[in-house]
């Protein structure tokens, strides 16, 4: 069967890119990481999703972007703002999804996987300038150019599935593969209980999703 790494945060999109790649026939490796994000409580909701949608083998790595801080998800002294912002919002965590890319190269390389899947999106994102179409196609480029096995002959793909894709769509795409978006976790500051805070632009984007898919929203708000 043909592998794949799925970066998975835990979230609507993420979760539904892993349903995405399980319905291409893909065994699927599901990865997540505690960056020091304020939201952690994701990751007890990546590991209980990758257990139910039968992954194959689900890893979470530590790595501590705190250190570097720069964003409101790994820097307490920034507030999550409730407001949206114009530009690139202080919620961009700098270098993110290439560090997280890297490294599931990495394990895609170890496992002989031919694919990497992300969920990132560029209708609905949030001025996050690595949710692009040419920063996926770039990092494909490199991908193949820096492992041994893309020297050798074996080129991996990057795909990102929801990348044109409205929230509502992405919604909708799920809700068709059976996604149980109850068990997703999206806001930026959910408390201990997995409860969302409503207000921030994650809350709001995902809120507005599922008005315009015309789908009942599971999320528990505080």
Same mark, same amino acid.
């Given at each position: 069967m043909k592998r794949a790494v799925i970066l998975l945060s835990g979230g609507l999109d993420s979760v539904t890119t892993l349903a995405i790649a399980q319905q291409q026939g893909f065994e699927c490796y /599901?990865?997540? +990481? #505690?960056y020091g994000q304020r939201h952690d409580v994701e990751l007890k909701a990546a590991t209980k999703i990758s257990k139910k949608m039968d992954a194959k083998q689900h890893k979470v790595i530590a790595i501590n972007l705190r250190s570097i801080g720069g964003s409101a998800l790994t820097d307490n002294t920034i507030d999550v703002p #409730?407001?949206?912002?114009? @530009?690139?919002p202080v919620t961009y965590v700098p270098a993110r999804n290439t560090v997280f890319l890297s490294i599931a190269l990495g394990w895609a390389e170890v496992l002989k996987a031919e694919a990497i899947f992300v969920g990132v999106n560029a209708v609905d994102y949030s001025g996050y300038p690595d949710c692009r179409p040419e920063f996926i196609e770039a990092f494909e480029k490199l991908a193949n150019l820096a492992t041994k096995t893309g020297v050798?002959?074996?080129?991996?793909?990057?795909?990102?599935?929801?990348? /044109?894709? /409205?929230?509502?769509?992405i919604i909708q795409k799920g809700s068709a593969l059976g996604v149980d978006y109850s068990q997703t976790i999206s806001c930026y500051q959910a408390n201990n209980e997995g409860k969302a805070c409503g207000k921030c632009d994650s809350c709001r984007f995902r809120k507005q @999703? +599922?008005?315009?898919?015309?789908?009942?929203d599971p999320t528990l708000y505080i």
């Open positions: /599901t990865l997540s +990481f #505690d #409730d407001h949206h912002e114009e @530009g690139i050798e002959g074996q080129q991996l793909t990057v795909h990102a599935p929801l990348i /044109t894709m /409205t929230k509502a769509e @999703g +599922f008005e315009q898919a015309g789908i009942a």
